[in-house]
């Protein structure tokens, strides 16, 4: 009723990481309460009950995340909002129930609470990449079909695999990304699942969908991915910086007057940090000393531009190796699918 323009639902429904070594890492569904009756269902995930499910870390007595919900809750969301017209897409989560090094405050005034890393860090440690990978797939694999198949039983609009995993889709083994393959296998297993009708995508962190650079060398690692036939769209989630504005009345942009207004923040969308320049550490981040972003050798300086998106789309991506163009573009034909921005 607050929001008659929306049209569009993303329900998330988070499992829980245990490592972030990727083949380590258990994926399970979990509760805050280990005891707990409720009528008339009881709480049931992918077959496991409550009294066998992971319990999700505390801190001081208080639960550091919210567990996962039952399948007939998550069932009753998606029926009730498509019975209300809304376009529903089933967003399965990873979040990642271990301690990090530093502590978030409370809002509220109390202890603090733990802070907990990004799902975009689970990366192969020193061993067989490959192997590592594998493991982890075959512990994420279950997750998201358990999720595809309640997206077809329920008639849900579409369904996300994955979101930010890239520390994982930019590990290389013998110039090879097998994280990305093993994307693309996963997207044919979910798309046999739902049928043809559901749109199926990925959700790429903003540093992620495009090229990744390493010294001379730019790949596109997530273009086999966006060319896929099973994938619908290209899912971005979007945090690029907004703008540089500074309080105080000698920084870079203080001729621009008025940092909160919406024009300025407004032409920050395409432009300024990550677009026209960026910081090369943080130390040139505190004293703004920018370096621009151009392409001296062949005039794409949207390859390594994160925040030109409309570029990276309508154009075809040529690999570099030791800053050499090649001949052949990727599978990437321009503009061959939509950009959906999943969060931002």
Known sequence: AELPNVSRVNLVVAWFGSDLRCGECLIRPGVEIADKATVPLAWSVAGVNRGDAYVVSTTSGRSNFGGTPSDNSVRQAVEMLAARGYHVTLYPFLLMDIAGDNALPDPYGGEAQAAFPWRGRITPVEGDVDDQIDMFFERYRPFILHYAEIAADTGADGILFGSELVELTRATSGGAYPAVEALR??????????GSTLEISYAADWTEYGAHVVGGDVAFPLDTLWADAAIDYVGLDWYPPMADWRD?????????????????????????????????????????????????????????????????????????????????????????????????
């Open 185 to 194: 296998v996963l997207a044919s297993d979910v798309r046999a699942v739902v």
């Open 248 to 344: 105080s009345d000698d920084h870079a942009d203080a001729a621009v007057g008025g940092g909160r207004s919406h024009a300025y923040l407004a032409a920050n969308i395409a432009e300024g940090e990550a677009f026209d320049w960026y910081y090369p550490d943080d130390e040139a981040r505190l004293a703004q000393d920018r370096v621009p972003i151009i392409d001296d050798a062949y005039g794409e300086p949207w390859v390594f531009r994160q925040k030109d998106v409309a570029a990276w789309w309508s154009h075809q991506h040529f690999p570099r190796v030791g800053g050499v163009r090649a001949a052949i573009s990727t599978a990437w034909v321009a503009g061959m699918k939509p950009v959906r921005f999943v969060e931002m």
